[in-house]
């Protein structure tokens, strides 16, 4: 397998690089803290420094029986005490054990845990050891998670379910985030219909603002929805103006150089206004540039394309802005479950879902059809100037990754 440049055509990596190095992709600046009821899918302005040792004191990682090893000798040992978690103990008699539970501070003088399906009781009720001993065992050391001090969360990292239980568990009630950033949606065309009007000759559905507000809502941003802009110069220009106080305006619907095209026809009007090639299949087409200030990414027009574009190249911009280092999406290798002879100048993303372990793509892999992403469970890369044997070996984007 190979790939190749084509001259013209602008390759994935370029094309990201361009826009994760363009001065509009520097992290925003503006701050506010939240709950930890309010700060899923955030995004940390400054770092999660621990304030507390975790555990906070040694505690038993095991219900069982807690000793001074150098005060057994292989000889039953009497109960001094018992011991649940939330508690605090009392100090161990010397020449006993405690009965402890999983979670439970440990007493001073203890320094050994053994779990209780190696101990039996006599009938005087004194515990005797089955197993050898040794010290630390079963015993959580205070620390051993973290330290007070500790850079915990660095900044910019996006809050989950399990950094946000991780932040709990340092008594953490807010964090300082950075704020949503503010995109508006926009589509261009006479010929789009909102969902449940009637269509009229020649008229579609439009599905490709419902899939972006949504994607967009699930990263945290703050969305504007402006609706389909009509095909006519003034009522583009009018709703344009009303949008400076958002931080991208993102259309689908192709801002190219066509006489119709009144969304590129303003937008030049105003700024500049690059159009890229990219060596990519579907999703070649995409613009990005500015009105009056505000950035704007153009993304093509076929739902597939869009679906592509947006979550190769547009959410890793948005997510750069809000301070996130790692913004390219994880994949793995899996063997291809087809073949393919037709080696091309892009690269092509299939929508696909895996079946034995190997990547299927869906029968039709047209742009415009998003029933194939709803049926895949990820992109399945194919590089640009390469063929595949079934069974070689090729890259696989969960869709859970582009779209969290």
Avoid at 213 to 235: E, K, N, S, T, Y
Wanted: charged share 20%; aromatic share 4%; glycine share 12%.
């Amino acid at each position: 397998m190979s790939g190749c440049d084509h001259p013209g055509l602008l390759p994935m990596e370029a094309a990201l690089q361009r826009l994760l190095t363009l001065a509009e992709a520097a992290p925003i600046e503006q701050t506010e803290s939240v709950t930890l009821g309010e700060a899923n899918g955030r995004v940390l302005a400054e770092p999660l420094l621990a304030t507390l040792d975790l555990p906070p004191w040694p505690n038993s990682a095991m219900d069982g029986y807690a000793l001074r090893l150098a005060d057994w000798q292989g000889q039953a040992l009497p109960v001094s005490q018992r011991i649940q978690a939330g508690v605090a103990p009392a100090p161990l008699q010397p020449g006993s054990c405690a009965r402890i539970f999983t979670g439970a501070p440990l007493p001073e003088g203890a320094d050994t845990v053994e779990m209780q399906e190696n101990v039996e009781l006599d009938e005087s009720g004194q515990v005797r050891f089955r197993e050898p001993l040794h010290v630390g065992q079963n015993v959580r050391a205070q620390g051993q998670e973290t330290r007070a001090g500790d850079c915990v969360l660095p900044a910019g990292t996006r809050l989950g379910p399990i950094e946000l239980g991780l932040a709990a568990s340092l008594g953490a009630a807010q964090l300082k985030v950075r704020r949503r950033l503010r995109v508006a949606v926009l589509s261009t065309g006479d010929e789009l219909v909102e969902p449940g009007q009637a269509l009229g000759p020649g008229q579609i559905y439009n599905s490709n603002r419902r899939l972006l507000i949504a994607w967009l809502q699930r990263l945290g941003c703050a969305v504007v929805d402006a609706g389909i802009l009509p095909d006519d110069l003034p009522r583009t220009r009018e709703a344009l103006g009303a949008l400076g106080d958002v931080d991208l305006i993102l259309s689908t619907g192709g801002v190219s150089v066509g006489e119709a095209d009144y969304l590129g026809l303003a937008l030049r009007e105003a700024g500049e206004l690059a159009l890229w090639k990219l060596a990519i299949k579907p999703g070649k087409p995409l613009t990005f540039g500015h009105y009056q200030g505000v950035p704007v990414i153009g993304l093509p027009g076929n739902p597939a394309s869009t679906l592509v574009t947006f979550g190769l190249l547009a959410r890793p911009y948005l997510l750069r802005r809000l301070g996130v280092q790692r913004v390219e999406p994880l994949g793995f290798v899996v063997p291809a479950g087809f073949a393919w002879h037709k080696p091309g100048t892009r690269r092509e993303y299939l929508r696909a879902r895996l079946e034995g372990g190997r990547a299927v793509p869906y029968a039709n892999q047209s742009s415009g059809v998003l029933r194939s992403a709803a049926w895949a469970e990820g992109l399945a890369e194919v590089m640009e100037g390469s063929t595949l044997a079934e069974g070689d070996s090729l890259r696989f984007i969960p869709l859970s990754e582009l779209l969290g």
